[in-house]
C-alpha cells in the first residue's frame, strides 16, 4: 500500500472538480481526502494500492471535463492507514 499527495493546479475550483475526484476515488477503493487550497489548487491525499493510485493519479491529471489541469505535483510515500474512507474536506 501506498500513500500519494497531489497538488493540481489550473482551473480546478469551482468545476466539481473535488466531487468528481472522491467519486472516482471511492470507485477505486481508495481511503484519504480532497480540498480546495487558498492559492486556487486543489490538494489531494490518498492511500491504496500501487495500481489504483496509478490511475487515480492519471484521472488527475485530466479532471472533469470543465477542469482545466495546468499542472500536478506528486509525492509518493508509505500508507499510514490512518483514513477509512475518501473524503472532501473544508479547509
Known amino acids: 500500500m501506498k500513500r500519494v499527495t497531489a497538488q493540481i493546479m489550473g482551473r480546478v475550483q469551482g468545476v466539481s472538480f473535488r466531487y468528481n ?10 481511503t484519504g481526502w480532497i480540498r480546495n487550497e487558498p492559492d486556487g489548487s486543489v490538494y489531494v491525499l490518498a492511500e ?33 492507514g490512518e483514513y477509512d ?7
Not at 85 to 91: M, V
Open 21 to 30: 475526484a472522491q467519486v472516482q476515488a471511492r470507485r477505486m477503493g481508495l
Open 48 to 80: 491504496g494500492s500501487d495500481s489504483m493510485l496509478e490511475t487515480f493519479v492519471h484521472y488527475l491529471e485530466q479532471g472533469p471535463r470543465s477542469a482545466k489541469v495546468e499542472s500536478l505535483k506528486t509525492n509518493w510515500s508509505k500508507a499510514t
Open 85 to 91: 474512507s475518501f473524503e472532501i474536506r473544508w479547509q
